[in-house]
């Protein structure tokens, strides 16, 4: 077995040793053998029979880590209590915390932040409801909620594991825009409740972030909150996948010169983010999309069960095209996958029209590997932070917030997702425009800011923003 070079991260082994038995010069040895580097060792207990020692390793990757544990476990008298690597340790109690905006140092100050100073806050509030908007956290706060039902490519793991996933997102809310995000996990997947439990929590809240939750239920849950409710509902899955994706392929579509109106676009994966992704390209511009699933093309005039694919029967696939993915993407400008792992092949991407955009989005593996399409392809994205032009809804949902809360708006209607498509494009200028960056980085300041400017012009032209605009000098 090869010995990985060049350890860029660190794990935490906890071994337990039989005092008459083991050997830490054998420990150290076997780890300095297997290509780690220990880099501190710390004892956690110790008694008459045994000891237990915490052994930092530098370590290359997870494969690397497996095969250290494996070499020391095999060690006579040596017991591998628990490992922990860098991402573990940093989810430790959890990624976020609620801090005061002041400390209370004395009774003037509680009298104020409580009884009996805050019951004219609540009187205020109580006579006119639209104060909660600037005197609560309702101004700065959004609930990311979800119920475990489709996370990442993990699939419907439950309210507790879909927790760290939504604690990231309250992260990245934060750091990226300002903005107070809350997870809340839901231990029920049934669409009324989910509803209802929504509903009741609204008022602590200034927009609704919908994540993770399976389609088509996450369809007819977003749908019934944005007409029950008078604040923001997004869904990210759906929209922010959709704004990102639109972003970079305008400027795909400026590197081939091509017109969004002139391409044949085929969709691949017709779950919540290729259905709101196909509303989206028609309602920029597109007019020949081809969306098609394990089943085949969807048909024009067709009826299905499924309420996406109804959808995609009565907007989409124009000149009736028929059978499986090979036989569409013939002659196809753009191919979008929200799909799975090796669905696209090179030949594929080689039947394709004159200067082929692929956007393979499935992760962790796309449905075309870069490498595998690139002798074919003009422009090439993933999901993926390993190759260029990630496609990542980090681009969209701090930004869009951001811009809601500020105008304070209603809901989040068509122009508005399409203004914070066209800001995230407008971030990559154009001399950078280039096959490998069509899309700004996750880490570019400018892109929140960009976004949250769109979004609130786009909202006062929407008639669906509620907070008085301020006039320019």
Not at 205 to 227: K, Y
Not at 233 to 245: E, K, M, S
Not at 312 to 324: C, D, K, L, Q, V
Not at 459 to 464: D, N, P, R, T
Request: with cysteine.
């Amino acid at each position: 077995m090869s010995i990985p070079t060049g350890a860029n991260t660190s794990v935490i082994i906890r071994l337990e040793l039989q005092k008459e038995k083991a050997s830490f010069g054998s420990i150290a040895t076997t780890i300095s053998e297997s290509g780690g580097d220990i880099v501190a060792i710390d004892v956690v207990r110790t008694d008459k029979h045994a000891t237990v020692r915490d052994i930092t390793v530098n370590v290359f990757d997870a494969k690397h880590t497996d095969l250290i544990v494996e070499l020391v476990g095999k060690l006579d008298g040596v017991r591998v209590a628990h490992v922990s690597d860098q991402t573990f340790l940093l989810h430790l109690g959890g990624k976020i915390e609620t801090n005061p905006k002041f400390p209370i140092k004395n009774r003037d100050d509680l009298s104020r932040v409580y009884t009996p100073g805050v019951a004219r806050i609540c009187t205020a509030i109580a006579e006119k409801p639209a104060l909660a908007h600037s005197l609560t956290i309702k101004r700065n706060t959004v609930a990311v909620v979800s119920d475990g039902s489709a996370v990442l490519g993990l699939g419907n793991i439950g309210p507790e594991a879909a927790m760290p996933v939504m604690e990231g997102k309250a992260m990245l809310f934060k750091q990226l825009a300002g903005v107070d995000a809350f997870p809340i996990c839901l231990a029920t997947q049934d669409t009324d409740e989910i509803v209802r439990i929504v509903k009741s929590l609204s008022p602590t809240f200034g927009g609704i972030n919908l994540e993770d939750i399976s389609a088509p239920r996450c369809f007819e849950i977003e749908q019934r909150l944005i007409e029950e409710l008078d604040i923001p509902v997004f869904h990210d899955d759906q929209h922010g996948t959709a704004v990102v994706i639109l972003a970079g392929l305008l400027n795909a579509l400026k590197l081939t010169g091509k017109q969004l109106a002139d391409c044949k676009i085929v969709v691949c994966g017709l779950g919540a983010a290729g259905t709101a992704c196909a509303k989206m390209l028609i309602a920029a511009g597109a007019v020949n999309i081809v969306g098609v699933d394990r089943h085949g093309a969807i048909q024009r005039g067709g009826t299905y069960d499924n309420p996406g694919w109804q959808w995609f029967a009565e907007h989409t696939n124009p000149h009736g095209e028929t059978g499986s993915l090979p036989n569409v993407i013939r002659g196809a400008d753009v191919f979008i996958g929200v799909s799975g792992p090796g669905v696209l092949k090179a030949h594929d991407v080689r039947n394709m029209a004159a200067d082929p955009i692929v956007f393979a989005m499935a992760n962790p593996t796309p449905e075309i590997l870069p490498e595998e399409a690139e002798p074919y392809v003009r422009v090439m994205a993933t999901g993926r932070s390993d190759y260029p032009n990630q496609i990542n809804n980090v681009l969209c949902f701090p930004g869009m917030f951001r811009g809601l809360l500020d105008c304070r708006a209603s809901r989040v209607t068509e122009e508005m997702k399409l203004a914070a498509a066209k800001a995230i494009a407008s971030v990559v200028e154009g001399d950078e425009l280039n096959e490998y960056y069509i899309i700004p980085t996750v880490f570019n300041h400018e892109v929140a800011e960009r976004v949250r400017s769109a979004v609130v012009a786009a909202a006062y032209e929407s008639g669906v923003a509620r907070k008085k605009r301020e006039k320019s000098n």
